[in-house]
């Protein structure tokens, strides 16, 4: 009796730690998917801002031209 008691009581301690383990997993999923998507993001922000640069620069320098 006093060893099935013991038995159940292992049993929902290792239910409760395979259920934290799973959590833990979870959410370092969605943390990694979050500093992608973030890193993702910071590249296209990068992207789109050299890409604007280069369109002024190459306004400026048609501009410069025309006066010269």
């Known amino acids: 009796m006093f060893l099935d008691q013991e038995l ?4 929902e301690a290792k ?3 395979a ?3 799973e959590l ?3 959410l ?3 943390e990694i998917q979050g500093v ?3 890193m993702r993001r910071t590249l296209s922000n990068l992207t789109l801002g050299l890409a604007v640069a280069r369109q ?3 306004f400026l320098r048609e501009r410069k031209g ?3």
């Not at 159940?8 to 049993?11: D, E, Q, S, T």
């Open 28 to 30: 370092v999923q969605v």
């Open 8 to 11: 159940k009581n292992i049993r």
């Open 24 to 26: 833990r997993r979870r």
């Open 36 to 38: 992608g998507n973030g």
């Open 66 to 68: 025309r006066r010269w």
């Open 15 to 17: 239910n409760r730690l």
């Open 19 to 21: 259920i934290c383990c």
């Open 56 to 58: 002024i620069l190459d």
